[in-house]
């Protein structure tokens, strides 16, 4: 078992003893941090940002050589695995993600080719190592997957959608096509995730982030029991210490009790949802991660401070609380806001602890 | 009195006996109509649709001649009254809404004037009353407003937004300027409702399309409680009968208690909660409405009869159901797929009324 000199977030999502409330951000390297985009100019398309470890690497350390962030993310997108089945991912600039391809039949579905995962999506696996040895037991390393079906929106409709009519479509005309194209998802995200663990990734997060567009039924048909399937299959231990998996369902907020059944460690929340509320549902069952809007970044200092405050004390005294935002950091956001975030969940939570 | 031929929708907001439940569909009157699209041809550009009474009664008139639906829904925007505040709305072709000025700070808020609605927006008065004539007793009319959340959101940003990062950043910095812009908006949309049931509106119905997007603190403080003050200056009889109010905030699935206790006759939800669920909840306080996933209508008939059974059975037996889609009908809908979802609503829900 290799030794952490910070190993907080570890502990609180084990739900054990911590000295102050561990905290980082979702997209946390990214876009807001001029030193991200002088990176992200250099590489040229953002595709060759991901597929370069050492630019993977550099863009992962970027964010914690200014806050006294708990944990690193790995740098990557969450299509990189469609992309492995040979849609062809690109970005327009100033769009979101596309594919050359779409995935909307039956047919279509059973030609999709299980991609091997350590050969196809290797230059992944490289950037985690390489992170690995960058964070030289400073912090955790947090490797990470779109959900099933999360993927397969992007996939049937080709990119980013408004109502994800075709993806919906599919889901009520064909469900076995849809199931077919979900499992396939589930296997491949399974070996994606086991491969970054392997490399070094010490926590896995399953980012559903369109789940909460679904019915609460097909919610728990179409996303919750991929995910479920991913769990049960994920590598338990690495270096001699627990995996724990967080799964991230935005505006799940409804369906809290199934996502805490699901055999995850930890359950990601958005803020539409209070924190103490959440903690009565789930119980000790799994530790909470959130839930702070990421829109309060625009506000002044002590806004973000008062904030803070308030979450921590709706989610109280004890253990089992990762402090994050309720959704990816935004692009606009003054990185100085950022540190004043980060500074007042240590400095607010100590008192929440011990004593 | 004046009769009515068919009060079916009446009766459910009122909890009474009906023989069927009754079916409208927020944004019944809009672009899935090859009819409507060739009216709004004619008008030019959309806000001359809205202002004029005589093309708005014959859109809100469109779908009642194909469909057996329960209610028509006056034609309109909701941004009508950000327009005769001054705002000078307009609409790019492909885009969403947007407006010329932007109200930002506590002095624009405190210059904001407050329009006299009868003058101001007495095209939508006059709409009313011509569509009244033409209904000509057969259904009943339903009016409607923006809520005043929703109304501040697209005046701060001057457009529809991704993250509505001006809006909260005034809301959380400058938390009196915001509440006194809300307030602004509560007492435009309480004589602004009130007009529209003077001219002859039966039922109102108040969209909270972003209340969602809020944590359930700032939506209780900022959203909520305007609709509330909004809900008790309202005239409460006209015609000799009660008009109830429909209280709508999408992604609201969270907070149902408490909106169910704002005075509102009618609960609107969307398609992420379990409609027998949310009956649990609200018991008989209120009636529901709901809460069909508009996506489900680019699916075939038979998956479309399918999920009005479902929502129909999680209701379930006796009164205070008003069948809707859980959010507006998306432009790319077949119409004859309408056809089979509201017929199918009449069909299968007699066995759970009367016998």
Redesign the interface.
């Known amino acids: 078992m290799s030794e952490l000199k910070n190993d907080r977030i570890l502990r609180a999502l084990a739900g054990q003893d911590v000295d102050v409330t561990p905290v980082w951000m979702m997209r946390q390297a990214g876009r807001y941090l001029p030193e991200y985009r002088a990176t992200r100019e250099k590489a040229g398309d953002f595709m060759s940002l991901c597929q370069s470890p050492e630019m993977a690497c550099e863009v992962t350390m970027q964010p914690l050589r200014r806050y006294e962030l708990d944990a690193a993310i790995l740098f990557s997108d969450i299509l990189t695995i469609p992309d492995a089945m040979g849609l062809g991912l690109y970005f327009e600039p100033g769009e979101g993600p596309r594919f050359r391809k779409t995935v909307r039949s039956a047919a279509e579905v059973e030609q999709l080719p299980l991609p091997d995962v350590k050969r196809d999506l290797g230059y992944v696996m490289d950037a985690v190592a390489m992170i690995r040895r960058e964070l030289n037991g400073e912090l955790p390393l947090i490797g990470f997957s779109g959900s099933p079906w999360t993927l397969a929106t992007y996939m049937v409709e080709g990119s980013g959608s408004k ?4 993806a ?2 599919l889901m ?2 064909e469900p076995e096509a849809m199931h077919q194209l979900l499992d396939k998802l589930a296997v491949t995200v399974t070996a994606y995730l086991n491969a970054q663990i392997e490399a070094g990734a010490q926590i896995v997060q399953i980012f559903d982030t369109w789940g ?6 097909c ?1 728990r048909e179409f996303s919750l029991a991929y995910m479920k399937k991913i769990v049960a299959g994920l590598h338990k231990e690495a270096d001699g210490r627990e995996v724990p998996v967080i799964l991230f369902t935005k ?1 799940g ?2 369906w809290l009790n199934d996502i805490a059944d699901s055999g995850c460690h930890c359950v990601g929340l958005d ?4 924190i103490g ?1 959440a903690r009565k549902q789930v119980g000790d069952r799994v530790a909470l991660q959130g839930n702070m ?4 970044l ?3 200092p002590a ?1 973000i401070r008062s ?1 803070v405050g ?1 979450i921590l004390k709706a989610y109280g005294n004890g253990n089992g609380h990762v402090f994050n935002l309720g959704h990816g950091i ?1 692009p ?1 956001v003054n990185p100085d806001n950022v540190k004043v975030f980060i500074d007042s969940v240590h400095e607010q939570s100590a008192q929440y602890h011990g004593g």
């Open positions: 109502d994800f009519r075709n919906k479509a009520y005309n909460g567009i679904l019915s609460g039924s919610y505006n907020g409804l803020w539409t949802i209070n509320d809007d990421p829109a309060i625009y506000a002044d806004s904030e308030h935004t606009e």
